[in-house]
């Protein structure tokens, strides 16, 4: 089973981390994981001022310390895995990773915020729920 895992660095993605590695046989033996790192993408004008070069190394910076924790994890669990980086809207990213990578479900955690909080700010994992064409599973 390929998995696509979500991961933000936030304790959201430990606890989904976790509960994958305690629930072992939940997604079959020893699946291939494609880890997914969204980046957002610096506002125009900053991203200006500043220039390619340093926007590109911020977002390298800031996705290194997301990955570094989780792939250290991921190996101490021995696990099979790929590591990818994007830039831009993490629900539209999410998906079209999902659709590359030909995954046969998203993994991702959720901050559990009330239906009220979602409709004001808006949820990534509702939206990948909503569009995703593959099973999801949001880990609380």
């Known amino acids: 089973m390929k998995v696509l895992l979500a991961v933000d660095g936030s304790k959201h993605t430990k ?21 997914l790192n969204v980046q957002l993408p ?9 220039g ?5 190394e911020y977002h390298h910076a800031e996705s290194e310390a997301v ?14 895995y790929k590591t990818r980086v994007t830039v831009g809207s993490p629900a539209d990213e999410i998906l079209k990773a999902a659709g590359k990578e030909k995954v046969d479900l998203i993994v991702m955690g959720s901050r559990g915020h009330g239906t009220f909080a979602s409709m004001i700010l808006g949820s990534v994992a509702q939206k990948v729920l909503t569009h995703a064409d593959v099973p999801v599973m949001v880990v609380r």
């Open 15 to 35: 606890t989904m981390l976790a509960y994958l590695t305690t629930h072992e046989g939940l997604l079959g033996v020893k699946p291939e994981y494609v880890v």
């Open 52 to 56: 390619k070069e340093i926007v590109a």
């Open 67 to 80: 990955l570094g924790a989780v792939c250290k994890f991921l190996d101490r669990h021995e696990a099979n």
């Open 42 to 50: 610096i506002p125009s004008r900053a991203a200006k001022a500043v």
